[in-house]
């Protein structure tokens, strides 16, 4: 069995702090983490490999620095790490970067097999659209189970697997044929950075496949050049959604501190005593 | 994503704005998908309405929902509401294929009615549906998606300006869709206003036929299993919140905020850490990635604030905050600061309310 995750190297947010004058952002020094929601997704793959045999492959498109975010990957026990970096990709929307992860998810296909499964967290938190994972699905043609709170019955033989997905009122269980593109909702526990050294012995090993890859030449998936890359540029210059401008936001902090507040403070106070 | 630099703002746009070529130009209207499950519609659903009535009449277009769903009362139902809620018209997709969600079926479902009627403009809400539904559609349409906005407004020159919060909250950027149709946005439940309803005949409906058999929808539903009423949080729509943080120290603690809650007539709630850590279930986080929260009083216990919390409890109307720690960032937006251990703080608070409340007017308190 082939497992594709796909990974994001995002800012930490919880240390992202917003300068207390001019009410922006404050991106320095802020250090990149793995996306949360992405661990969930890495561990539901490496428990499938685990109980099945196969190979889980990390994919990523970001900068040359989204190498540590694979490295780490590699470490809790993922088998080979792609890295899909060009400049093009900057600033890409989400129907571009559906583009370029699925051009890339097919190349890792004619490469190493084609997946049969393709894990994503439910969203990230530095974009928050959770719309990456549903168009990849699209542009690959296939099925997709998105907000996946836990992987059922998988066989291998007939083709199918089972999930229960989260929906506003319940609990949906679903079958669905392989391969298919699947969500990942948050657990309770996550277990993968603490099993991180199941990988640690094999680090040598795995993180030389990534060197071989990038020797390969294909550490842009689809490169400057080949027809990807230019049927991307048009794609990403179309849809130009986060292309717009950008326009700080003064936070007007105008709640009313009236009445009620005073009534509660006072109130509260004497609770307190 | 560049710095904000507002000089470079409209020549960046200016730049990219292209005649709409000729194939789009036919796109007219605002359009809603009124999202229902299980017989029920989503009240994000009647938010969107609200919402996408102003961009209709600022264009000077109609407003269309469309109801997608089985065959039957539920779904003629839906379609008579949304008149209520301002459509002009609504389109209907019902097919008992469509009884549960299902990724394929309401995919075509969708893409069918936007490239037989063409809307201009098409909101979903950005729900676990409308999510799984809206970057599917986006993709097969191949048209720009702007995902949970918190204001959408027309541009002088009909252009939809869909303004979303990055970087956690602290940075507003607007998005255009310029040369793509529809201009398609998801907006999250309790952002947008919800309209008066008004008692309104129903008007023109738009039967559209699914055109699939069974058969040809890979995905199955061997089972649904609701939510019991009682662990259903209503965590969004509650009046009064209370919640705690990791300054609660132990999951043991966090009963003093049920406990609380439960004197007050409140809902409980979290910050992410507790539900990383496995104290309460990933329904009761409050916060950018769990529910956005608009209640009358919202009581936060030990939550430090952080941005991502911040983006999810500011449309509170007084927000308290107890935090050991006077320099938690929860202090520069909340309205009322104790600073002190929660620990200690909450049994207090909840003795002294049980005392002053009676059964009676904890209802009150509520309303």
């Given at each position: 069995?082939?497992?594709?995750v796909c990974?994001?190297?995002v800012?930490?947010?919880?240390?992202?702090r917003?300068?207390p004058?001019?009410?922006?952002?404050?991106?320095?020094?802020?250090p990149t983490?793995?996306?949360?929601?992405?661990l969930?997704?890495?561990?539901?793959?490496?428990?499938?490999?685990?109980?099945?045999?196969?190979?889980?492959?990390?994919?990523t498109m970001?900068?040359p620095?989204?190498?540590?975010?694979?490295?780490?990957?590699l470490?809790?026990?993922?088998?080979?790490?792609?890295l899909?970096?060009?400049r093009?990709?900057?600033?890409?929307?989400?129907?571009?970067t559906?583009?370029?992860?699925?051009t890339?998810?097919?190349?890792?296909?004619e490469?190493?097999?084609?997946?049969?499964?393709i894990?994503?967290?439910?969203?990230?938190?530095?974009g928050?659209?959770a719309?990456?994972?549903?168009g990849v699905?699209?542009?690959?043609?296939?099925l997709q189970?998105?907000?996946?709170a836990?992987?059922?019955a998988?066989?291998?033989?007939g083709r199918?697997i089972?999930?229960?997905?989260r929906?506003?009122?319940?609990?949906?269980?679903?079958?669905?044929?392989?391969?298919?593109?699947?969500?990942?909702?948050?657990?309770?526990?996550?277990?993968?950075?603490?099993?991180?050294?199941?990988?640690?012995?094999?680090?040598?090993?795995?993180?030389?496949?990534?060197?071989?890859?990038?020797?390969a030449?294909?550490?842009?998936v689809?490169?400057?050049?080949?027809?990807?890359a230019?049927?991307f540029?048009?794609?990403?210059?179309?849809?130009?959604?986060?292309?717009?401008?950008?326009?700080a936001?003064?936070?007007?902090?105008?709640r009313?501190?009236?009445?009620g507040?005073?009534?509660?403070?006072?109130?509260?106070?004497?609770?307190?005593? | 994503?560049?710095?904000?630099?507002?000089?470079?703002?409209?020549?960046?746009r200016?730049?990219t704005?292209k005649?709409?070529?000729?194939?789009?130009?036919g796109?007219?209207h605002?359009w809603?998908?009124v999202?229902?499950?299980?017989g029920?519609?989503?009240?994000?659903?009647?938010?969107?309405?609200?919402?996408g009535?102003?961009?209709?009449?600022?264009?000077?277009?109609?407003?269309?929902?469309v109801v997608?769903?089985?065959?039957?009362?539920?779904?003629?139902?839906?379609?008579?509401?949304?008149f209520?809620?301002?459509?002009?018209l609504?389109y209907?997709?019902?097919?008992?294929?469509?009884?549960?969600?299902r990724?394929?079926?309401y995919t075509?479902a969708?893409t069918?009615?936007?490239?037989?009627?063409?809307?201009?403009?098409?909101?979903?809400?950005?729900t676990?549906?409308?999510r799984?539904?809206?970057?599917?559609?986006?993709?097969?349409?191949?048209?720009?998606?702007?995902?949970?906005c918190t204001?959408l407004?027309?541009?002088a020159?009909?252009?939809?300006?869909?303004?979303?919060?990055?970087f956690?909250?602290?940075?507003?950027?607007?998005?255009?869709t310029?040369?793509?149709?529809p201009?398609?946005?998801?907006v999250?439940?309790r952002?947008?206003q919800?309209?008066?309803?008004?008692a309104?005949?129903?008007?023109?409906i738009?039967?559209?036929?699914?055109g699939l058999?069974?058969d040809?929808i890979?995905?199955k539903?061997?089972s649904?299993?609701?939510?019991r009423?009682?662990?259903?949080?209503?965590?969004?729509?509650?009046?009064?919140?209370?919640?705690?943080?990791?300054?609660?120290?132990?999951?043991?603690n966090?009963?003093?905020?049920?406990?609380?809650?439960?004197?007050?007539?409140?809902e409980?709630?979290?910050s992410r850490?507790?539900?990383q850590?496995?104290?309460?279930?990933?329904d009761?986080?409050?916060?950018?990635?769990?529910?956005?929260i608009?209640?009358?009083?919202?009581i936060?216990?030990?939550?430090?604030g952080?941005i991502?919390?911040?983006?999810g409890?500011?449309g509170?109307?007084?927000?308290?905050?107890?935090?050991t720690?006077k320099n938690a960032?929860i202090f520069?937006?909340a309205?009322?600061?104790?600073?002190?251990?929660?620990?200690?703080?909450?049994?207090?608070?909840?003795?002294?309310?049980?005392?002053?409340?009676s059964?009676?007017?904890?209802?009150?308190?509520?309303?």
């Amino acid at each position: 069995m082939h497992i594709v995750v796909c990974i994001k190297q995002v800012p930490d947010s919880a240390q992202i702090r917003v300068h207390p004058v001019t009410n922006t952002i404050m991106r320095q020094g802020v250090p990149t983490i793995i996306n949360p929601y992405d661990l969930f997704a890495l561990e539901a793959a490496l428990e499938l490999r685990d109980k099945f045999g196969g190979e889980v492959t990390v994919l990523t498109m970001g900068p040359p620095s989204a190498e540590d975010s694979l490295r780490k990957a590699l470490t809790y026990g993922a088998d080979r790490a792609v890295l899909l970096t060009d400049r093009f990709f900057a600033g890409a929307d989400t129907l571009a970067t559906t583009y370029a992860l699925a051009t890339a998810i097919r190349k890792i296909g004619e490469t190493y097999g084609a997946p049969d499964i393709i894990f994503t967290g439910k969203q990230t938190i530095d974009g928050d659209t959770a719309q990456v994972g549903p168009g990849v699905a699209k542009r690959l043609g296939l099925l997709q189970l998105t907000y996946v709170a836990r992987i059922g019955a998988l066989d291998l033989v007939g083709r199918t697997i089972e999930a229960e997905r989260r929906s506003e009122g319940g609990v949906q269980i679903l079958r669905t044929r392989l391969p298919c593109l699947i969500s990942m909702l948050e657990r309770a526990h996550r277990q993968v950075e603490r099993a991180g050294c199941r990988g640690r012995g094999h680090l040598e090993m795995r993180a030389a496949r990534l060197a071989d890859y990038r020797q390969a030449g294909v550490r842009a998936v689809a490169p400057r050049g080949e027809g990807g890359a230019d049927r991307f540029r048009r794609s990403a210059a179309g849809g130009s959604a986060d292309r717009g401008h950008f326009q700080a936001a003064a936070q007007a902090r105008s709640r009313a501190r009236g009445a009620g507040a005073r009534v509660l403070t006072g109130y509260l106070r004497e609770a307190v005593r | 994503m560049s710095e904000p630099t507002k000089a470079a703002a409209p020549s960046g746009r200016a730049a990219t704005k292209k005649e709409l070529p000729e194939h789009f130009r036919g796109y007219k209207h605002v359009w809603v998908f009124v999202e229902q499950e299980r017989g029920q519609v989503h009240t994000v659903s009647w938010e969107l309405m609200g919402a996408g009535r102003k961009l209709a009449d600022k264009l000077k277009v109609d407003l269309a929902a469309v109801v997608i769903g089985p065959e039957g009362e539920a779904t003629r139902q839906a379609a008579n509401e949304a008149f209520c809620y301002g459509a002009d018209l609504v389109y209907v997709v019902a097919d008992n294929l469509l009884a549960d969600y299902r990724n394929e079926s309401y995919t075509k479902a969708l893409t069918d009615v936007v490239n037989t009627y063409k809307p201009e403009i098409l909101l979903l809400g950005a729900t676990t549906l409308g999510r799984d539904l809206a970057g599917s559609v986006a993709t097969t349409l191949l048209t720009g998606l702007t995902a949970d906005c918190t204001a959408l407004d027309v541009d002088a020159d009909g252009s939809l300006a869909a303004t979303r919060p990055t970087f956690g909250g602290s940075l507003m950027c607007t998005i255009y869709t310029l040369n793509y149709r529809p201009q398609m946005a998801t907006v999250r439940p309790r952002v947008m206003q919800m309209p008066e309803r008004l008692a309104r005949d129903p008007g023109r409906i738009v039967m559209h036929p699914l055109g699939l058999v069974e058969d040809d929808i890979v995905t199955k539903v061997l089972s649904f299993l609701p939510d019991r009423e009682s662990a259903k949080s209503n965590l969004a729509y509650a009046d009064v919140v209370v919640a705690g943080g990791l300054g609660l120290g132990s999951p043991e603690n966090f009963q003093l905020v049920r406990q609380l809650a439960s004197v007050l007539g409140a809902e409980y709630g979290c910050s992410r850490p507790l539900v990383q850590k496995g104290w309460v279930t990933s329904d009761r986080q409050i916060g950018q990635t769990g529910k956005t929260i608009r209640p009358k009083l919202y009581i936060a216990a030990g939550i430090s604030g952080a941005i991502q919390h911040r983006v999810g409890v500011e449309g509170a109307d007084l927000i308290v905050a107890i935090n050991t720690d006077k320099n938690a960032p929860i202090f520069d937006f909340a309205h009322v600061g104790i600073i002190t251990d929660a620990i200690r703080l909450l049994p207090a608070l909840t003795e002294a309310f049980r005392a002053r409340l009676s059964p009676h007017s904890r209802d009150r308190i509520a309303s």
